[in-house]
């Protein structure tokens, strides 16, 4: 993967990093998806995933006047994907956690009554919720993704660019670990 500038490359590979874990949903059986030999299970991890990225696709919904009065405007350039990523990694490092947040732990997750296929359901949650934040990037102007800004809670306030390179970097992590979740049980 090239680091991501524009927004054209960040909409490319946001849509690639969704693709990538929906092929690895789609490859574990129950069993996998369920379970795992330690720490999250793959469908904890997609849990995880869905809480983090659905309050940005509200939040990038909001017309830009209602961010500025929020937020404020970003007094500094966004940082390039391998600085947010370097920070972000830096913070792991120090030990944060997701278990530092409720909000986008697993268990948080609020799966509604009647759903038979958990892992059908939250697979299509996550392209949902992706095909959302992709059309909702396409409507803002390239300037705005380094004008705008809005607070995260383990690196503090970022420009709309920096959460779509947090939110790559964080959707690739995780994959990752989706797919090591999944392969570390026997189907």
């Known amino acids: 993967m090239n680091a991501p500038q524009t927004k054209a490359d960040l909409i490319d590979q946001l849509g690639q990093a969704q693709r990538d874990v929906a092929a690895v949903v789609e490859s574990l059986t129950t069993a996998q998806f369920n379970s795992s030999s330690e720490g999250w299970s793959a469908a904890g991890y997609l849990k995880h995933l869905l809480l983090s990225v659905k309050p940005f696709v509200r939040a990038f919904q909001f017309p830009a006047d209602q961010l500025e009065r929020r937020f404020g405007l970003a007094q500094r350039p966004s940082m390039t994907y391998a600085e947010l990523a370097a920070a972000y990694d830096a913070r792991l490092a120090e ?65 709309l660019r920096e959460m779509l390179f947090f939110t790559l970097h964080h959707n690739t992590l995780h994959g990752r670990d989706i797919k090591e979740a999944g392969s570390s049980v026997n189907a």
């Open 95 to 159: 030990g944060i956690k997701a278990e530092d947040y409720d909000k986008v732990l697993p268990t948080e997750f609020r799966m509604p009554e009647g759903v038979e296929d958990e892992q059908a359901y939250l697979l299509q949650s996550w392209n949902e919720s992706n095909a959302r934040l992709l059309e909702t990037i396409s409507g803002w102007q390239e300037a705005d993704l380094d004008r705008y800004q809005l607070p995260h809670p383990a690196l503090g306030v970022l420009t």
